[in-house]
Structure formats: structure tokens, C-alpha cells
């Protein structure tokens, strides 16, 4: 028993020495220190998505298209509840694939897309979706 237990202090003891240099990186490139990234999700809108029992996904906006803007890189979302979700893109009426979204997190659903392009969110699952979205 006591070999163990020097083996699991050792461990953390190493652990706790390496743990900082791990997460610095980390924590350099979290969202909100970098102005690019703070001023995307400050121009991010709340959504509700609406559910469409017979189709089995809700989709945002009701009517027409959302559009990106010179704000984002990107197409974000940051649901209420884990959800998975793809961005439609107009012009072409074609989706990307299935994305896990979880709650509360901002995740990137569409990379790259150019200002102006229009499209719409559609979420898995007949059940509304709320929640935030920065492009």
C-alpha cells in the first residue's frame, strides 16, 4: 500500500509541476482574449428556432435567411440545450453535415463563410431550439 501511494504522490506531484505549462496555451487562445473573437459573439442575436414535427428539425429564421456580416469568420451558435446542428446555405440549398452544439458553449457550425452569405440554421430534433448566433 505505501508503494502505491508514493507511485500516486509522484504522479501528482509531476502532474501538478507540468499542469501549468500545459494550459497556458490553452488559456492564451480562449475565446473572449482575443478582440476578433469578443466582437463576433458581441454581435451575437438571440434565436428561436421552430420545430417542424413532420420534417423532425426545427430551423431558423422562420422565414427567409439570416446573413453573415463582416463581424464573424465564422457561423456560430451557442444553444440552451446540446442539440446538433448544420448551416443551409441559399444559394446553393444545400446543408453541412450534423455538428454536436452543447449548452452554453459557442460552437463553430460553418468555417470561412463569406460576409453577406445568406442561410439558415436547422436543428435536429422536432423540438424548438433557443439560444444565441454570431456571424
Request: with cysteine; proline share 4%.
Amino acid at each position: 500500500m505505501v508503494g502505491k501511494w508514493k507511485k500516486t504522490a509522484a504522479a501528482l506531484a509531476i502532474g501538478v509541476v507540468t499542469l501549468p505549462v500545459t494550459t497556458v496555451p490553452a488559456i492564451a487562445g480562449a475565446p473572449g482574449t482575443d478582440p476578433t473573437v469578443q466582437s463576433c459573439y458581441g454581435s451575437a442575436k438571440s434565436y428561436t428556432a421552430i420545430g417542424d414535427v413532420s420534417a423532425d428539425w426545427a430551423e431558423w429564421p422562420d422565414y427567409g435567411y439570416a446573413t453573415t456580416t463582416s463581424a464573424c469568420a465564422d457561423i456560430n451558435v451557442k444553444t440552451n440545450y446540446s442539440r446538433y446542428v448544420r448551416v443551409c446555405f441559399a444559394t446553393t440549398s444545400t446543408c453541412n453535415e450534423w455538428k454536436p452544439a452543447y449548452a452554453g458553449q459557442w460552437t463553430v457550425v460553418a468555417s470561412d463563410v463569406l460576409d453577406n452569405t445568406k442561410f439558415w440554421l436547422r436543428f435536429q430534433g422536432h423540438n424548438n431550439s433557443t439560444g444565441q448566433v454570431a456571424c
